[in-house]
């Protein structure tokens, strides 16, 4: 089986802090560049994040740079999205996936496996 299951979303108020997990079964995920995309209501899906395998670099959209970290842990198989400083507009389900390149896209058609995603609502 080949899976990425995603993890850790839910409710936080403005200004707090998230750690969403993406865990791989069926493939080792440090062979593939991992994005982390959204989609809020009535929007397109956007590129977050990415961590490349070519040289570990991470890749952040520019809405979120400064807020957000991501990360490996390979002994887990399991790649994280730490959001920090969290914005209502954050708002949206999140997606892993996994990409078709050792390198990170931004394009969602570059990505050939995705979770089912999990929710984040920032909310007073």
């Known amino acids: 089986q080949l899976q990425l299951v995603e993890s850790g979303g839910g409710l936080v108020q403005p200004g707090g802090s998230l750690r969403l997990s993406c865990a791989a079964s069926?493939?080792?995920?440090?062979?593939?560049?991992i994005g982390w995309f959204r989609q809020a209501p009535g929007k397109e899906r956007e590129g977050v994040s990415c961590i490349s395998v070519s040289d570990y670099t991470a890749y952040y959209s520019d809405s979120v740079k400064g807020r957000f970290t991501i990360s490996r842990d390979n002994a887990k198989n399991t790649v994280y999205l730490h959001m920090n400083s969290l914005k209502p507009e954050d708002t949206a389900v999140y997606y892993c996936?996994?990409?078709?390149?050792?390198?990170?896209?931004?394009?969602?058609?570059?990505?050939?496996?995705w979770g089912q995603g999990t929710q984040v609502t920032v909310s007073s």
């Open positions: 996936a996994r990409g078709t390149y050792y390198s990170c896209s931004a394009r969602d058609r570059d990505y050939d496996y």
């Open positions: 069926g493939f080792t995920l440090d062979y593939y560049a």
